[in-house]
């Protein structure tokens, strides 16, 4: 059988397999969700999902700067968006409680959507101004109780692996709150699932987290500071070992 044929086959199993998971921890989400009382054992549910997903998709992922990471402390997370499979890679490898700050559209996924709010995820709808600033309001008071959260401050996957513009509302959020940002960058995803393609292939992932970057200086007047900073950090880092590592 040609190689084409069984990366298509092996799509085809990845694709039933997340199907599956998602069915069987979704509802174990749900269900277990009237006896979490923080959500840090939803998270750790949703952890299992992802991780059974790069499983599948035999994604080798190496994850470098744990240490640099105060476990009592919060913080607001900011990796660059490559690909469809960050989102397993960070959820499933990122050694840390925390909760997403995700786009509406995910909320809206059959069970999956339910799950995500069961755990403590928050909907963020970028369409809707009001509802936009609702979300970092509740995004705000989800860190000052202490659990960190994490953001795409690109706001949508890369179609070629740079960084794109960031949107503000994560640095709003990130001065409101006075935690430190963490920026992540995250290497050969785009090998997994490149944008606009349907065949999904193993790959070597890294993970870096990079040294956590005090707001506590920075006011909303002076959020683009930031977020010129944290960018910049980022396409630096990003560019140490070409854009897909």
């Known amino acids: 059988m040609g190689k084409t044929f069984l990366h ?3 799509t085809l199993v990845i694709i039933l397999w997340t199907v599956v998971v998602t069915i069987f921890f979704g509802t174990s989400v749900i269900l277990c969700s009237f ?17 059974s997903i790069l499983w599948v998709v035999r994604a080798k992922v190496t994850v470098t700067g744990a240490r640099k990471l105060d476990p009592n402390r919060s913080y607001i997370y900011m990796p660059n968006h490559q690909s469809n499979a960050d989102i397993p890679v960070l959820l499933g490898r990122l ?10 559209e995910l909320f809206k996924i059959p069970l999956f959507g339910r799950a ?21 309001a509740q995004a705000a008071l989800t860190i ?24 503000k509302g994560g640095f709003v959020l990130s001065v409101d709150a006075g935690v ?6 995250i290497r050969g995803t785009r090998n997994i699932v490149p944008k606009k393609h349907f065949i999904i292939r193993p790959a070597q992932v890294t993970m870096e987290i990079l040294d956590p970057v005090e707001t506590a200086d920075y006011t909303r007047k002076t959020k683009d500071q930031l977020l010129e ?4 950090i980022l396409v630096e880092n990003l560019e140490k070992e070409g854009q897909d590592g």
Do not use: C
């Open 116 to 136: 995500m709010r069961k755990v403590g995820y928050i909907s963020i709808d970028r369409s809707d101004r009001k509802s936009a600033f609702e979300s970092l």
């Open 144 to 167: 000052r109780n202490g659990t960190s959260v994490l953001i795409f401050p690109e706001g949508t996957r890369s179609p070629d692996g740079r960084i794109l513009p960031f949107k």
């Open 229 to 232: 900073k944290i960018r910049s």
């Open 8 to 10: 298509v086959l092996h």
């Open 35 to 51: 006896f979490s009382r923080n959500g840090n054992f939803l998270h750790l549910i949703a952890r299992m999902w992802a991780n």
């Open 95 to 104: 050694p840390v409680q925390f909760r997403w700050l995700a786009k509406a």
């Open 180 to 185: 430190p940002i963490v920026p992540v960058i």
